[in-house]
């Protein structure tokens, strides 16, 4: 398992996403981002479970008197991996960065997975994570078409484990 601390689309605005997530899951063999039942999320910082204990604890004034954040997604990227992953890339603003920054100043950075230390995290809205080989390249066709640009607000920050998603603190922005 592991710990995340999340910024969570949970409220109508998620509802772009929640179509991109069915229009990917058309390449998958099963839906990967409807059956955790956990909304559209940015994940700003991925730890292991043993960090999970304390994350809240060392996290949660970055949320003291935010308000809820608005981002705008223009593009589909992806992540070559295997399988491949496809997410939804928002345009970065100083709000976003600034927390991210503020979060990971109270981690080692060894303790945190590679991707998402500072320098080297790429925010995005993972859109499916279990794209079948046989459809690699349809897939990938979307990473190169133009998305209508649209707007998430991201109003809960949490901290979660997985696998399964498990809640185990947060609050509404």
Same mark, same amino acid.
């Given at each position: 398992?592991? $710990?995340? %601390?999340?910024? +969570?689309?949970?409220?109508? #605005?998620?509802? @772009? *996403?929640?179509?991109?997530?069915?229009?990917?899951?058309?390449?998958?063999? =099963?839906? #990967?981002?409807?059956?955790?039942?956990?909304? &559209?999320? %940015?994940?700003?910082?991925?730890? &292991?479970?043993?960090?999970?204990?304390?994350?809240?604890?060392?996290?949660?004034?970055?949320?003291?008197? +935010?308000? @809820?954040?608005? =981002? $705008?997604?223009?593009? %589909?990227?992806?992540?070559?991996? #295997? &399988?491949?992953?496809?997410?939804?890339? @928002?345009?970065?603003?100083?709000?976003?960065?600034?927390?991210?920054?503020?979060?990971?100043?109270?981690?080692?950075?060894?303790? =945190?997975?590679?991707?998402?230390?500072?320098?080297?995290?790429? @925010?995005?809205?993972?859109?499916?994570?279990? *794209?079948?080989?046989?459809?690699?390249?349809?897939?990938?066709?979307?990473?190169?078409?133009?998305?209508?640009?649209?707007?998430?607000?991201?109003?809960?920050?949490? $901290?979660?484990?997985?696998?399964?998603?498990?809640?185990?603190?947060?609050?509404? =922005?």
């Amino acid at each position: 398992m592991a $710990c995340a %601390i999340t910024l +969570a689309a949970d409220n109508e #605005s998620q509802a @772009p *996403i929640l179509a991109l997530w069915d229009n990917v899951a058309a390449f998958e063999a =099963l839906p #990967s981002m409807r059956a955790p039942n956990y909304p &559209p999320h %940015i994940t700003l910082a991925l730890l &292991p479970e043993t960090a999970a204990s304390d994350a809240w604890r060392k996290v949660q004034h970055v949320a003291v008197d +935010a308000a @809820p954040l608005r =981002l $705008c997604f223009n593009a %589909i990227r992806a992540f070559e991996a #295997s &399988p491949l992953v496809l997410w939804g890339a @928002p345009v970065m603003t100083k709000t976003l960065a600034d927390w991210h920054t503020k979060i990971h100043e109270h981690f080692d950075p060894a303790d =945190l997975h590679e991707h998402y230390r500072r320098g080297r995290w790429v @925010p995005h809205c993972t859109l499916g994570t279990e *794209i079948l080989d046989e459809h690699r390249d349809r897939a990938l066709m979307l990473t190169a078409g133009k998305l209508e640009p649209f707007q998430v607000v991201f109003d809960r920050f949490e $901290c979660v484990t997985f696998p399964p998603v498990e809640r185990f603190a947060g609050v509404r =922005l």
